[in-house]
């Protein structure tokens, strides 16, 4: 009898070891979730998007941020809000940026690959010696393209049907951003090549740039708030109008990364 009764106690917990058992209870289910763990979650998923669509994730992600902080940087310097502006910073970040990014830092991670302090400069050597100058060329012309389309430019040609104007301007605009982005950028992308995973670096590098816009934005708007009332109105004018294009140069030298 007792045979039997074990033998029948072993089957019963057999059937129940091969069921999945979920275990809720009503106590529990009404605790608001910690924040943290909605992070976790929304990092979760947008890992996944990574893998499952990495260029359309973060040509998206590239577009949105560089439309964030152009927002950011005009409802510091600017009056009223230029829709225009944004959209084309949309633009850029998310069909061109982006996508040059992505393909040229897997290409960096394949080419030259390990996390030795050799191999780390050699990915940041390439990418300041060769891609950052010619993405910054690139990047200029379409900006100046998509302005001219636009109609928000005084020169109503295109740099490919106004080759003289616009070789003018980018002789005076192209060798200080080049150095802007050599000196800010060089330790960044050091930090990135070595210690964030490929997949993520992208998306550090266009983070970093709407702090760093914002942050630009907010001393350059503090700075002309703090010039002396007792100047003219002429000088006024032309100091604001320098900082609003030490501004815009700056924002377009960050806006390539």
Same mark, same amino acid.
């Given at each position: /009898?007792?045979?039997? #009764?074990?033998?029948?106690?072993?089957?019963?917990?057999?059937?129940?070891?091969?069921?999945?058992?979920?275990?809720?209870?009503?106590?529990?289910?009404?605790? $608001?979730?910690? +924040?943290?763990?909605?992070?976790?979650?929304?990092?979760?998923?947008?890992?996944?998007?990574?893998?499952?669509? +990495?260029?359309?994730?973060?040509?998206?992600?590239? *577009?949105?941020? %560089? *439309?964030?902080?152009?927002?950011?940087? @005009?409802?510091? =310097?600017?009056?009223?809000?230029?829709?225009?502006?944004?959209?084309?910073?949309?633009?850029? *970040?998310?069909? #061109?940026? %982006?996508?040059?990014?992505?393909?040229?830092?897997?290409?960096?991670?394949?080419?030259?690959? *390990?996390?030795? $302090?050799?191999?780390?400069?050699?990915?940041?050597?390439?990418?300041?010696?060769?891609? %950052? $100058?010619?993405?910054?060329?690139?990047? &200029?012309?379409?900006?100046?393209?998509?302005?001219?389309? /636009?109609?928000?430019?005084?020169? $109503?040609?295109? +740099?490919?049907?106004?080759?003289?104007?616009?070789?003018?301007?980018?002789?005076?605009?192209?060798?200080?951003?080049?150095?802007?982005?050599?000196?800010?950028?060089?330790?960044? /992308?050091?930090?990135?090549?070595? #210690?964030? +995973?490929?997949?993520?670096?992208? &998306?550090?590098?266009?983070?970093?740039?709407?702090?760093?816009? =914002?942050?630009?934005?907010? @001393?350059?708007?503090?700075?002309?708030?703090?010039?002396?009332?007792?100047?003219?109105?002429?000088?006024?004018?032309?100091?604001?109008?320098?900082?609003?294009?030490?501004?815009?140069?700056? /924002?377009?030298?960050?806006?390539?990364?």
């Amino acid at each position: /009898m007792s045979c039997h #009764y074990l033998h029948r106690t072993k089957t019963r917990l057999s059937s129940l070891r091969g069921k999945n058992w979920q275990f809720t209870s009503k106590r529990n289910s009404s605790l $608001p979730v910690h +924040p943290f763990h909605r992070s976790f979650h929304l990092f979760s998923w947008y890992s996944h998007q990574l893998e499952k669509h +990495p260029l359309l994730t973060k040509s998206i992600t590239a *577009g949105i941020i %560089a *439309g964030t902080g152009d927002v950011a940087c @005009q409802s510091m =310097t600017e009056s009223c809000w230029n829709a225009s502006r944004t959209s084309r910073f949309v633009l850029l *970040g998310s069909l #061109y940026s %982006a996508p040059s990014r992505h393909y040229f830092f897997q290409y960096l991670a394949r080419a030259f690959p *390990g996390s030795l $302090p050799f191999q780390v400069a050699q990915r940041v050597g390439m990418e300041r010696v060769f891609f %950052a $100058p010619a993405s910054l060329a690139v990047w &200029l012309t379409s900006l100046w393209t998509l302005e001219s389309l /636009m109609d928000e430019t005084s020169v $109503p040609k295109s +740099p490919f049907s106004n080759v003289s104007h616009y070789s003018e301007q980018f002789t005076t605009t192209y060798p200080h951003l080049l150095r802007t982005s050599w000196l800010w950028w060089t330790p960044i /992308m050091a930090f990135n090549f070595r #210690y964030i +995973p490929v997949q993520y670096q992208v &998306l550090w590098v266009n983070v970093f740039n709407l702090v760093w816009n =914002t942050y630009l934005s907010y @001393q350059t708007s503090r700075r002309t708030e703090k010039v002396d009332q007792d100047v003219s109105k002429d000088q006024r004018n032309r100091i604001e109008d320098s900082v609003e294009q030490m501004v815009e140069m700056h /924002m377009m030298s960050h806006a390539l990364y």
